[in-house]
């Protein structure tokens, strides 16, 4: 089974963000960071209330592209109302920040200043510095370094998606479960402490356990655990919630992917859908719950087989 879920997976497509102030945020990763408007459409219909779980689903979605198939999913919601962010929350499962690898040293370079938080050890990017952002909701954004004197050619301050920051609970189990039921491979590990990086979230200034994983598209996603410190279940997964709400995941083959995982007793929130509309349009699209209860998507639509077929 691992041999086939590996070959089926195919690796990071997108992250959904949910927004208080749709406008705000599209300048803000626009204009900061030189993101492009991939589609802009409204949602609703029986499609997507299946999809999500969330009866009268209304929502304004912007697909900004990172990459040609790599993209932020930004929602505003019409229905339900927008939940504010719980400050208070503590430390719980979920998605903590996003990393993106920064495109020309001269870039970098001038976004760094005096916001450089030294080296971020994390797996292949050791010795490489970051820069922590916050968008105007305040979720967290790592942009890494380029490698050499890579200067850029083009406007904008990203080059790559590189992966989400999943906070876990137990991250042997989650690790058994990204890499033997849907079919990742695990691309480095270790254990850091990032005390530099305290204003990124409190649970960074104890040591922690981290896990990197890769499918056949490249890196797609790292569960961090802190050591000392307890993480707290995951909230209840409401998709109007501000903040990231969940991480798509391509794949080559949906229906037979669902199938096999509804035999590992998957969580999933409904059957294969059809997408008919945005980027993926033609495709088929399914979430399911991760046994820590974070929210996944999987998707197969003619966007993914075209990064495949190019590679």
């Known amino acids: 089974m691992y041999s086939y879920l590996r070959d089926t997976t195919l690796g990071l497509s997108h992250i959904g963000v949910t927004v208080s102030a749709l406008d705000d945020s599209l300048n803000f990763y626009r204009e900061t960071l030189g993101f492009t408007i ?5 949602r609703k219909g029986e499609w997507v209330d299946k999809i999500t779980g969330i009866p009268g689903f209304h929502t304004r979605t912007v697909y900004l592209s990172v990459t040609p198939y790599r993209h932020m999913e930004v929602f ?4 339900p109302q927008t939940i504010p962010p719980d400050k208070n929350a503590g430390l719980r499962v979920g998605i903590l920040y996003c990393a993106f690898m920064a495109k020309g040293r001269q870039n970098f370079d001038s976004l760094a200043g005096a916001k450089a938080v030294g080296n971020p050890k994390e797996g292949p990017y050791r010795g490489q510095q970051a820069v922590p952002l916050q968008d105007p909701d305040g979720l967290l954004l790592r942009i890494i370094e380029p490698e050499g004197e890579e200067r850029a050619e083009q406007k904008g301050l990203i080059r790559d998606f590189l992966y989400p920051a999943f906070l876990v609970a137990n991250i042997d189990e989650s690790s058994l479960f990204f890499r033997d039921v849907l079919g990742m491979a695990i691309m480095s590990e270790g254990i850091s402490s990032f005390e530099e990086e305290s204003q990124v979230k409190d649970c960074l200034q104890s040591p922690f356990r981290w896990v990197l994983f890769r499918a056949s598209t490249g890196t797609c996603l790292k569960l961090i655990k ?3 410190l307890k993480v ?3 909230e209840v997964w409401k998709m109007q919630r501000v903040g990231f709400t969940h991480v798509a995941f391509g794949v080559k083959n949906l229906e037979e992917f ?10 999933f929130k409904s059957s294969p859908q059809p997408v008919t509309i945005g980027p993926h349009q033609g495709g088929k699209v399914v979430y399911l719950s991760t046994p820590e209860g974070l929210t996944l998507e999987f998707i197969e639509s003619p966007l993914i087989r075209e990064e495949k077929e190019g590679r």
């Open 232 to 234: 707290l279940p995951a």
């Open 258 to 267: 669902y199938l096999e995982l509804t035999t590992r007793k998957v969580n």
């Open 76 to 79: 505003g919601f019409f229905n």
């Open 38 to 42: 991939l589609s802009d459409a409204e």
């Open 226 to 228: 802190p050591l000392n």
